[in-house]
């Protein structure tokens, strides 16, 4: 791999990264973080393909490809753990508390 390409690939791989910890700990909106991070990582990975001495059209199809593929899945994984946070702090889980004192579990029962 060129120099120049291996610099453009460690970028993409910064974009990734910083866009994951940007949706985990809320830096801003995941949606402008989600549309800068994906438009960042195509254009790293068209980059990329260029700096090897590929043709224009070439780079882009790879661009979009690796690049979409690579920030949709890095979303994935950052919004599923986000949504698993987010319950947790908020206590909405699958198993609502009962409302009424006299649903409440007895002495050595559990409530699932």
């Known amino acids: 791999m060129q120099p120049t390409a291996l610099l ?3 970028v993409f791989a910064v974009i990734l990264v910083m866009m994951y910890i940007g ?3 809320e830096w801003l909106s995941p949606m402008m973080l989600a549309g800068g991070g994906v438009l960042g990582s ?6 990329v393909s260029l700096a090897q ?4 059209l070439q780079a882009l ?11 949709g899945a890095t979303l994935a994984v950052a919004w599923y753990f986000h ?3 987010l319950r947790e702090r908020y206590g909405h ?4 508390p009962p409302q009424d004192a006299d649903e409440l579990p007895q002495e050595g029962e559990t409530y699932y």
């Open 42 to 47: 195509i254009i790293a990975m068209t980059l």
């Open 23 to 25: 949706i985990r700990r």
């Open 83 to 85: 949504s698993i946070e």
């Open 93 to 96: 889980s699958r198993s609502h």
């Open 8 to 10: 453009f690939y460690a």
């Open 61 to 71: 199809i790879v661009g979009f490809l690796v690049g979409g593929i690579f920030s």
């Open 53 to 56: 001495q590929n043709s224009f």
